[in-house]
């Protein structure tokens, strides 16, 4: 109930009156059944956005630390994150990327819509990082299709009087969520497992998100460079241009469509 009462009262109508989020391809969404909805991640907003433009709920995996922080900040994470329906998943053990999938795929079986961001951390500098290959095995155990989706901010100016208004005029965005049409992997059958297909799997999805969202490819994990980042102070496009490969062996890396 909770979920519905931040949707349609508490929260979605502010954010629509404030930011005024258009969405296109709504129809690629499956109205039932299973299915894993991909989106690229360029802000903490982006889970709030995505599934206001849909009528159907939408689960995402979200980091432990949500539901169990203390003192009145986290008495209202947990309340927000545990009442909107998120599902927690520690990230600091050594089988939190095995229990991360295995959780994705029972809310798979359950029929649901799981929220996923490939990339696994937001975007460090608005470029689009290499995908992990989770979603590949949770779309290979359950048949459920995947529909990428872009998250698009495009700056817009708003008039408003005063100083105040317009420095905040300056930071207004207009929101744009993009589905694409949904993917299946039924000619992978039975090769959950196997690296290599794994791979071509996650590949073609961020390739699709690429094309959706117009965002420059970067054949690097996003925690990798924020990793880099903040171990030696650079910035972003510093931290990609140390950790890179060559031109020749990046070129070869660009995810490419893999449908035939």
Known sequence: MFYWFLKFVALGPIVRLV??????????????????IASNHLSAA????????????????????YFTGSGPKGAAQRLFFGGSGQVPIDR???????????TGIRILTQGRL???????????????????????RMTLETGAPVVPVAMVYEPRTVPLPGALGRRLSKHMVRVVVRFGKPLEF???DGLSGDRFVERSITDEIMYEIMELS????????GAKVKKSMDTTGVTATEA???????????????????AG
Do not use: C
Request: charged share 25%.
């Open 240 to 258: 990609v241009a140390r950790l890179q490969p060559p031109p020749h062996e990046a070129a070869d890396r660009l995810p490419s469509s893999l």
């Open 114 to 136: 799981l929220g996923i961001y490939p990339e696994g951390t937001r975007s460090p500098d608005g470029r689009l990082f290499r995908g992990k290959t989770g979603i590949a």
């Open 214 to 221: 117009g965002q420059e490819y970067v054949d690097l994990y």
């Open 19 to 36: 930011f005024r989020p258009r969405a296109e391809g709504m129809e690629h969404v499956p109205s039932t059944g299973a299915a894993i």
């Open 186 to 188: 039924s000619r992978y």
């Open 92 to 102: 600091t053990n050594a089988s939190a990327a095995e229990d991360a999938i295995r």
């Open 46 to 65: 982006d889970w709030i956005f995505m599934p206001l433009s849909l009528r159907r709920r939408v689960t995402f995996l979200a980091k432990a630390e």
